[in-house]
């Protein structure tokens, strides 16, 4: 049985269907192969036996209505250095593979401009670097960081990435964490993995919010999920062995944030004025009316008769004795405390 030969529509000569690539376009339904022979379209792009030219690949591409597909076209540069071929005949036999045949042009990564004959990014992404705005806030939690570190731990991080780094190291950053030199790179690493998880989430909502083309991008959701559990077995390992975590902290105590346990802490440092002034808050008008509301109260639940307010006089009689033997045993130690001090100034008057 004879081939049936096909006429290439720009050199105008038959020539049999394996000199044609495969296109599944539905004006090529005939055949199922392309218009332009494949002789025709390398003497087009194809420069040397291992170049080609870009722009030219791009005008056929669009001619031919078959996409641009720069990860393909890098996979194809690639395989062509290893086998010594050329990239873009690779590329055009990497289009037939069951995954592409069916792209258009509108299919591709880039559109053109007909004027310029210029390459533009599909889907109207605007490029241009945008300035990212900082909150007052914002940029104290960046100095702070810097500051207590001596050194910027995020410097060769994304700059829109860089305000939420700062937020989020600085609630980590205390002093058992500043004094400890195994805790504190631990600390900086789990706040990056957070921050990549933050756009492996991301990346996983854009490809499952695309409804219509999930069933083919299920294999992407599963390694990035994968990539998440890694991620956070890896943070979650950092802050049990290091006691970042409230479950693993081996520095709290019990009572260590309520107040007395924080003067505690102030006073343990040696900071003066930590110290609660314990007159003032004694003496203050408002802790007196707050005492009498609940003494009243205390009065009105008792229901107490005459015995019992005879017991309680004898009982403050007994009490203000020994207050006043107290008070004047400490008025004589103050005496005799004020006359050695003056002895004592005295002695260092005559040096």
């Known amino acids: 049985m004879s081939k049936e030969y096909i006429v290439c529509t720009c050199c105008g000569k038959s020539k049999a269907p394996e000199n044609y690539y495969a296109s599944h376009s539905y004006i090529h339904r005939n055949n199922n192969k392309l218009s332009v022979c494949k002789d025709c379209i390398w003497s087009y792009v194809v420069t040397d036996e291992n170049e080609y030219d870009k722009e030219k690949m791009i005008d056929i591409l669009q001619m031919l209505d078959k996409p641009f597909i720069s990860a393909l076209l890098t996979s194809s540069e690639n395989e062509a250095k290893e086998v010594n071929k050329n990239a873009f005949k690779l590329y055009m036999k990497n289009l037939g593979l069951q995954q592409n045949r069916n792209k258009r042009w509108r299919d591709g990564d880039i559109s053109v401009n007909a004027n310029k004959n210029e390459v533009a990014p599909k889907e109207d992404v605007d490029t241009t670097p945008k300035e990212i705005k900082t909150s007052e806030s914002d940029e104290k939690n960046r100095n702070d960081v810097i500051r207590?570190?001596?050194?910027?731990?995020?410097?060769?991080?994304?700059?829109?990435?860089?305000?939420?780094?700062?937020?989020?190291?600085?609630?980590?950053?205390?002093?058992?964490?500043?004094?400890d030199n195994f805790k504190l790179p631990a600390?900086?690493?789990?706040?990056?993995?957070?921050?990549?998880?933050?756009?492996?989430?991301?990346?996983?909502?854009?490809?499952?919010?695309?409804?219509?083309?999930?069933?083919?991008?299920?294999?992407?959701?599963?390694?990035?999920?994968?990539?998440?559990?890694?991620m956070l077995k890896s943070v979650l390992a950092l802050a049990k062995d290091n006691g970042i975590s409230v479950n693993h902290n081996n520095n709290k105590s019990k009572g260590g944030n309520t107040l007395n346990g924080i003067v505690r802490k102030l006073n343990e440092i040696g900071l003066s004025s930590a110290e609660l002034n314990l007159f003032d808050i004694e003496t203050s008008e408002s802790m007196k009316q707050v005492a009498d509301l609940s003494n009243r109260s205390i009065l009105d639940?008792?229901?107490l008769d005459e015995n019992d307010y005879t017991d309680m006089i004898a009982q403050q009689k007994e009490m203000i004795s020994q207050l006043?033997?107290?008070?004047?045993?400490?008025?004589?130690?103050?005496?005799?405390?004020?006359?050695?001090?003056?002895?004592?100034?005295?002695?260092?008057?005559?040096?």
């Open 301 to 303: 639940q008792l229901m």
């Open 324 to 351: 006043d033997e107290k008070l004047i045993k400490e008025e004589e130690d103050n005496r005799l405390l004020r006359l050695e001090i003056a002895k004592l100034k005295g002695d260092l008057r005559t040096l």
């Open 187 to 230: 600390v900086i690493e789990i706040v990056k993995t957070f921050n990549q998880i933050d756009k492996i989430n991301y990346a996983i909502s854009k490809i499952t919010s695309d409804v219509d083309n999930f069933a083919e991008k299920v294999g992407s959701v599963n390694s990035l999920i994968t990539a998440k559990e890694k």
């Open 148 to 179: 207590m570190l001596g050194y910027d731990p995020f410097m060769f991080e994304n700059e829109s990435d860089k305000v939420g780094l700062y937020n989020r190291l600085v609630d980590f950053l205390d002093e058992n964490t500043l004094e």
